[in-house]
């Protein structure tokens, strides 16, 4: 057009032209113009080579966008009652399954896709990231879900390559891994458009998302799903170590409560890398000590003390479901005490702040303090009245998990029988059992034989005794040094 090679231009009516009114007219009134060109709209009567026949034309721009507006309305308000009524809107199967007979029906499972997804979910349980993941997937030579839909359905995507029929990527990876549709569940209403004239796709708050659970069948069951989520929510950085650290925030120190760092190097033989707290690390040893534990001694204990917990509820279940539930329920107890004092002073302190807050304005408005004093007085308690907001919903969540929760003895003794043969400690066995590490210092710093203690948190229970015989015994890490083990 701004060669001259266009003289006219011909529409059935304004709407064929667009119906962004700002865009057609700055097109009819200023872009067409300066380059010469005429424009027709036949059925609405405008032809910019007459200057009457366009005296309506803002007024029609308009209506055909809020024509457009309207339609647009229309057809959220549809998918809206339908995402209400627990039906999927999505308009393709998510890898691993497939559509049913008919629009409404719930979603299939494709065997030969979910196999991939189950392994994908038990890679990532046993220690491997997305980016991880999506490179032995490569590897392997399997097709990407936009390839495998593609040569199995006949059905196209926008993101297909055919050139590239493995490209799997670590976002696509972690966006299975975090996609609640493998756990049976419809989430509707995940994602939006900010408005009919912005079609980029963006994500809702989680608060409005609608869930609909066990509406199809699961290729994930909500453990694997949970030992997942909390693998994700620990970021790693990137390593040139070939294997990756399987204790992965898993380990603690006792006295600072901070992750404890490994270190390794390809300098090191694998028997000298070793654990040390992260506080000592980074602050020295005024604020904490080094708590250091050589990661093969670890492993021993970890490993030795998994086995005999499932060695003990596999003899006997029921002495093993009733011992698990009464250590529990004692220790459950005493903490539930402990935050709810915890709470009610915090809550207490909360609303002194307001009746504080409310005198210091009136001592403000009437001249007993100066603004210099009001404003210190101010930031110190609008700095304390900002942490309580924080504190007391995450100790509300933290106390109502705990009344909730039980010793699930059952379900220990299901994965106990599952796993039989332990002839060393696996990402897949660690993380199947085994929710938090913390490790104590030595009664002797710097000593290489005094006793150190290791306290290991069961994912399906947690005993704080460290001297009960029945899941408790004794390492060595030398011929002359013991480790006790804690329950």
């Known amino acids: 057009m701004s060669n001259g090679d266009i003289a006219v231009i011909i529409t059935k009516d ?107 979910f038990a890679m990532c349980a046993g220690g491997m990231g997305p980016a991880q993941i999506a490179k032995q997937l490569k590897k392997e030579c399997i097709y990407s879900p936009s390839m495998y839909a593609y040569t199995k359905f006949g059905t196209s995507h926008s993101g297909l390559n055919a050139e590239r029929p493995y490209n799997w990527t670590g976002d696509m990876v972690a966006d299975m891994l975090q996609n609640m549709v493998y756990l049976g569940h419809t989430v509707n209403l995940r994602y939006s458009t900010k408005s009919y004239k912005d079609k980029k796709r963006c994500e809702r708050p989680k608060s409005e998302w609608l869930i609909f659970e066990n509406t199809h069948e699961e290729l994930v069951d909500q453990e694997t799903w949970d030992i997942v989520q909390e693998v994700r929510s620990h970021k790693r950085r990137r390593t040139n170590m070939d294997e990756q650290n399987m204790f992965s925030g898993l380990v603690y120190c006792a006295d600072c409560s901070k992750p404890m760092v490994l270190h390794r190097a390809h300098t090191m033989k694998p028997e000298q890398n070793h654990f040390t707290c992260r506080t000592y690390k980074k602050d020295g040893a005024e604020v904490c000590s080094a708590h250091y534990i050589r990661e093969v001694a670890l492993k021993e204990i970890v490993l030795e003390t998994i086995r005999r917990a499932t060695e003990f509820a596999r003899s006997d279940p029921e002495r093993f479901a009733a011992y698990i539930q009464q250590k529990q329920s004692t220790e459950v107890a005493k903490e539930i005490r402990g935050l709810e004092r915890e709470l009610s002073t915090m809550r207490k302190r909360d609303g002194e702040l307001d009746v504080v807050f409310k005198r210091m304005y009136e001592d403000s408005a009437l001249g007993r303090v100066s603004n210099e004093q009001f404003r210190l007085l101010s930031e110190a308690y609008s700095k304390e009245k900002a942490q309580l907001a924080e504190a007391i919903p995450a100790t509300e969540e933290r106390l109502e998990k705990l009344r909730s929760s039980m010793a699930n003895a059952k379900n220990f003794i299901a994965k106990a029988r599952k796993f039989t043969d332990m002839t060393e400690l696996t990402p897949e066995l660690l993380r199947t059992f085994v929710a938090k590490i913390i490790v104590y210092e030595k009664e002797v710093k710097y000593s290489k034989h005094a006793p150190q203690k290791i306290h290991i948190c069961f994912r399906d229970f947690n005993l704080n005794e460290t001297d009960d015989m029945l899941l408790c015994g004794e390492t060595t890490e030398k011929a002359d040094s013991t480790i006790a083990l804690p329950a």
């Open 14 to 120: 304004l709407s064929r032209l667009g119906r962004n009114q700002l865009h057609t007219g700055l097109y009819i009134e200023e872009i067409f113009p300066s380059n010469d060109v005429r424009y027709i709209a036949v059925n609405d009567n405008v032809d910019t080579k007459y200057e009457n026949s366009n005296e309506l034309m803002p007024f029609k721009n308009l209506f055909n966008e809020w024509h457009v507006r309207d339609c647009s309305r229309k057809v959220r308000n549809v998918v809206n009652a339908k995402a209400q009524r627990g039906i999927r809107v999505g308009t393709r199967a998510p890898y691993g399954y497939r559509k049913g007979a008919t629009k409404d029906s719930p979603l299939l499972v494709d065997e030969e896709a979910a196999a991939v997804v189950k392994r994908i």
